[in-house]
């Protein structure tokens, strides 16, 4: 890896840990103990870091094949949809959240790892 892709990388990585933190947490600012109910900032953190995860995936891996890089930040994808639908009054994303966002993260690494013994095993 050239020396400009490993800093590129290391600044990407250093942006996707940031909005990362902001969308799982919503810790980006101090709060002095009041309620942080920002559930806007948190989607547009994670909205920002989806393509930040791909482009880290590709930098880390050059040779990694498209579908590799652009699967990556599903998981992540799922959380950001169910988070705006908690805000925007789903009802289906309010009861079910983490129930839904167990099982599509499984099943999107279990779609992976089957892709992964079929095609490069």
Excluded: N
Aim: net charge neutral; aromatic share 8%; with cysteine.
């Amino acid at each position: 890896m050239a020396e400009l892709d490993e800093k590129i990388l290391g600044g990407v990585t250093a942006m996707l840990i940031v909005l990362v933190v902001g969308a799982v947490f919503g810790r980006l600012h101090g709060s002095d103990g009041a309620a942080v109910k920002a559930i806007g900032d948190r989607v547009a953190c994670g909205l920002l870091a989806i393509p930040l995860i791909s482009l880290a995936v590709h930098l880390a891996f050059p040779a990694a094949r498209p579908a590799w890089i652009l699967s990556a930040p599903l998981p992540l994808a799922v959380y950001v949809v169910l988070l705006a639908g908690t805000d925007i009054g789903w009802t289906f994303a309010r009861k079910h959240f983490t129930s839904t966002l167990v099982a599509a993260s499984m099943a999107i690494y279990l779609a992976m790892a089957v892709c992964m013994l079929l095609f490069h095993a």
